[in-house]
């Protein structure tokens, strides 16, 4: 298991919060029959949050990778398993 920060965590779960409200927010506005624009807006707001979400989570487990090498292995997690994660997400 690759070490990640408490403080990383948290910064990720609160934009995860984030999101969950946008995606709230775009089923209001579906409710609400906002303009398709619009809603098309916020949905791709909020895939762009998401991805940040994961950018900064495969980040995070790059520089553990990169801080101690042999245990990342140990674990699992190369920098050839991370560089994976990161494409799923490109």
């Known amino acids: ?5 408490d403080e990383t965590i948290e910064n990720l779960q ?8 946008q995606i709230l927010g775009i ?5 609400d ?4 624009s619009d809603v ?6 909020a895939r762009k949050a998401l991805d940040q979400v994961g950018f900064k989570l495969v980040a995070a487990g790059l520089r553990s990778c990169l ?6 292995q140990e674990s699992g997690y ?3 398993q991370l560089e994976k994660m990161f494409g799923r997400l490109a």
Do not use: H, Y
């Not at 029959?33 to 398709?36: P, S």
């Not at 098309?40 to 707001?45: E, G, P, S, T, Y």
């Not at 801080?67 to 990342?72: C, E, G, Q």
């Open 67 to 72: 801080s101690d090498p042999v245990k990342a």
């Open 1 to 5: 298991m690759i070490e990640i920060p």
């Open 14 to 21: 609160v934009r995860l919060r984030r999101i969950s409200g």
């Open 78 to 80: 190369d920098i050839t």
């Open 33 to 36: 029959g906002r303009d398709c």
């Open 40 to 45: 098309v807006n916020q949905i791709a707001a």
């Open 27 to 31: 089923e209001k506005m579906l409710s």
